[in-house]
Structures are given as structure tokens and as C-alpha cells.
């Protein structure tokens, strides 16, 4: 596991995320700090508020969730190339955010998670030369790279006040979805010890600006 890795671990620890518990991780139950049961965030327990059906028209605010609960098999080459995508799409949103918030706090966070998100996108990208992964296809990461254009589009009409609430809203559910994407699919499926280890690493950055985004679309949105 890399310094980075064992580090966005460690801020497991520190975090409003800190009662985080793996899942669907196997073979390395040893390493994982597991929390009560009561405490216990998956991607179950992490409760949406309630959306308003018109925050971003044309969109399905839960755009990944069917690919999320249709269990497929994947290779780590599937994985390692739904892990880029999801990091690149991320990144590519955050960055774009960021300096068309108007909320200094929906900056801060927009930059937070460019900055993050990079760190794991470098560290899956160490690991799969390493390893010799070699990034494939599927159909998952095809559904991906479509909804994030059907987001890109969504926002790219918005400004000010408005485009912040919709990015905050479009963070929450992105958050929620990629969860459940690794909690469902690839997760269970991954077999090489460092691919999986870039997983963990990502989940806990998932779980804490996922929390993050919930937190401020509440104090700012009520």
C-alpha cells in the first residue's frame, strides 16, 4: 500500500467519516478498522435528504444506480478502467467547479476534491504499471462516461447561486452512486492486492466528501 493510500486511510480516523467500515472486501479483513455496527457507514446507510425532481431537468439523478445494481463480473482491467473514469470525470467536474462557485465553501470543497481525486487517480495509475494492468472496456465504464456528458451539459447552462446548489446536489449523488459502485461491483470483484488497495483508498475519499456535500447542501440549502 503507498504512502498516499495509507494515508487517506489514516483520515479515515480523523474525519466525520471516521466510523467508516469496508465492504465487500475480501482477504484483507485483518487491515480494516471496522466500526459498531450502529456507526457503521456503507452504502446503504448513507440516507439522502429529498431532492426536488426538477434540480437538474433532464437528468436522472440517480444515473448510476442501474449500473450499481446489476452485479456484473470484471476483471481488474475492467476495474482499473472504471476506477480512471471515475476519478477523471470527478476531477474534470470539481476543476471546472471550482472556479465558478460563487460559496467560497463550495470552492473550497470543489478544489479539496480535484486535489484528492488526483491523488487517487495517480495512485491507481502507479499501481496498474506496476502490476502491468492493462486498462479494458465494459459496459459499466460505456453508462459512465455517458452520464457524466449528460451532467457536463446540465451544468454548463447554470450560474451563480444557481449553479452552486446544482453542483452540491450533482456531488451528493455522484458520491452516492460511485459508493455503491464500489461496494457492489468492484469490490467483491477485484483481485490484485494493490488495485484493490487504490479502491480502498478512493472509498474513503468517496465516504468523507459524500458527507461533506450532504453537510453543506443542508446548511447552505435548507
Known amino acids: ?45 448513507v440516507a439522502l435528504p429529498a431532492l426536488p425532481a426538477a434540480v437538474l431537468p433532464g437528468v436522472a439523478l440517480t444515473a448510476t444506480a442501474p449500473v450499481a445494481g446489476a ?13 480512471a473514469d471515475l476519478d477523471a470525470s470527478v476531477i474534470q467536474a470539481a476543476k471546472g467547479a471550482a472556479p465558478r462557485a460563487r460559496n467560497p465553501r463550495v470552492r473550497q470543497l470543489a ?9 487517487v487517480e495517480q495512485e491507481l495509475f502507479d499501481v496498474s504499471q ?7 472496456d465494459s459496459a459499466v465504464a460505456r453508462k459512465l462516461a455517458k452520464d457524466e456528458r449528460v451532467r457536463e451539459r446540465a451544468l454548463a447552462a447554470r450560474a451563480g447561486a444557481r449553479f452552486d446548489s446544482e453542483y ?3 456531488q451528493v449523488v455522484a458520491q452516492q452512486d460511485i459508493l455503491d459502485l464500489l461496494d457492489e461491483q468492484l469490490l467483491p470483484n477485484v483481485r490484485d492486492p494493490g488495485l ?27
Open 168 to 170: 452540491i446536489v450533482g
Open 71 to 83: 452485479r456484473q463480473s470484471l476483471d481488474d482491467g475492467q476495474i482499473a478502467r472504471i476506477l
Open 111 to 119: 478544489e479539496q476534491i480535484a486535489d484528492t481525486y488526483s491523488r
Open 1 to 45: 500500500m503507498s504512502s498516499f493510500a495509507r494515508a487517506l486511510l489514516r483520515l479515515a480516523g480523523a474525519t466525520s467519516c471516521a466510523t467508516i467500515a469496508w465492504t465487500g472486501c475480501c482477504g484483507c479483513a485483518a487491515r480494516q478498522p471496522v466500526a459498531p455496527a450502529s456507526l457503521e457507514v456503507t452504502s446503504a446507510a
Open 130 to 136: 506496476t502490476k502491468g494492468i492493462l486498462f479494458t
Open 196 to 222: 484493490r488497495s487504490s479502491l480502498q483508498a478512493m472509498r474513503v475519499a468517496v465516504v468523507e466528501y459524500l458527507v461533506r456535500a450532504k453537510e453543506l447542501q443542508v446548511s447552505l440549502w435548507p
